[in-house]
Nanobody
């Protein structure tokens, strides 16, 4: 059974940090581009970051560039999203996703598998 499970969300103050994890089962993450998306209430799901399957190259949305870092541990079949200098506007449900496409798939429709999401709330 193919499954992606996110963890690591929570409540954090502005300026704080969180590390999200995305653990895969039923398939090997190595062969997939992995994306992190987020969806705030009343807004569309947006791409935040992606790591390619081929060489581990990374992509970041302008809104998180310099603050977020995506990485993968193939031995653990897990992808991480380190989020630093968090802002209230980062508040959303964060989803990880897997795509068979090469390069940096950045739209929702390009992804084959999705996790259930983890809530990130940035508030004082």
């Amino acid at each position: 059974q193919v499954q992606l499970v996110e963890s690591g969300g929570g409540l954090v103050q502005p300026g704080g940090s969180l590390r999200l994890s995305c653990a895969a089962s039923g398939f090997t993450l190595d062969y997939y581009a992995i994306g992190w998306f987020r969806q705030a209430p009343g807004k569309e799901r947006e791409g935040v970051s992606c790591i390619s399957s081929s060489d581990g190259s990374t992509y970041y949305a302008d809104s998180v560039k310099g603050r977020f870092t995506i990485s993968r541990d193939n031995a653990k079949n897990t992808v991480y999203l380190q989020m630093n200098s968090l802002k209230p506007e980062d508040t959303a449900v964060y989803y990880c996703s897997a795509s068979r496409k090469l390069g940096f798939p950045i739209t929702v429709s390009e992804y084959d598998y999705w996790g259930q999401g983890t809530q990130v709330t940035v508030s004082s």
